[in-house]
């Protein structure tokens, strides 16, 4: 079974900090191969793209969370983070990670999503 499962997220004041965590079981092939990103939704509001990393450890970031947030990546254990500081209000969301093949150049795996909220 192909699975994503996001953890970490929880209730943070204003300033602080969480790390997310991703860890993925029976992709379709190694780790390394696939871009791993995170998203965020709101009720009532489109998806939004984050992060993501590469097998080769470039990371790519929205300006939204540029110089707050950070990926890294652990092939051994098949997971990825996002350490994200600094959080504000607008932050809260439900957080997802996602798989992207370069067969199918799509995100075909998704996890569950954790919530993250940030205080006011």
């Known amino acids: 079974e192909i699975q994503l499962v996001e953890s970490g997220g929880g209730l943070v004041p204003a300033g602080g900090s969480l790390r997310l965590s991703c860890e993925a079981s029976g992709l379709p092939g190694e780790f390394g191969e696939f871009l791993i990103g995170w998203f965020r939704q709101t009720p009532g509001k489109a998806r939004e793209g984050l992060s993501a990393i590469q097998g080769d450890g470039r990371t790519y970031n929205a300006d939204s969370v540029k110089g707050r947030f950070t990926m890294s990546s652990d092939h051994a254990r098949s997971t990825v983070y996002l350490q994200m500081n600094s959080l504000k209000p607008e932050d809260t969301a439900v957080y997802y990670c996602?798989?992207?093949?370069?067969?199918?150049?799509?995100?075909?795996?998704w996890g569950q999503g954790t919530q993250v909220t940030v205080a006011s």
């Open positions: 996602a798989a992207k093949s370069a067969l199918t150049r799509t995100y075909d795996f």
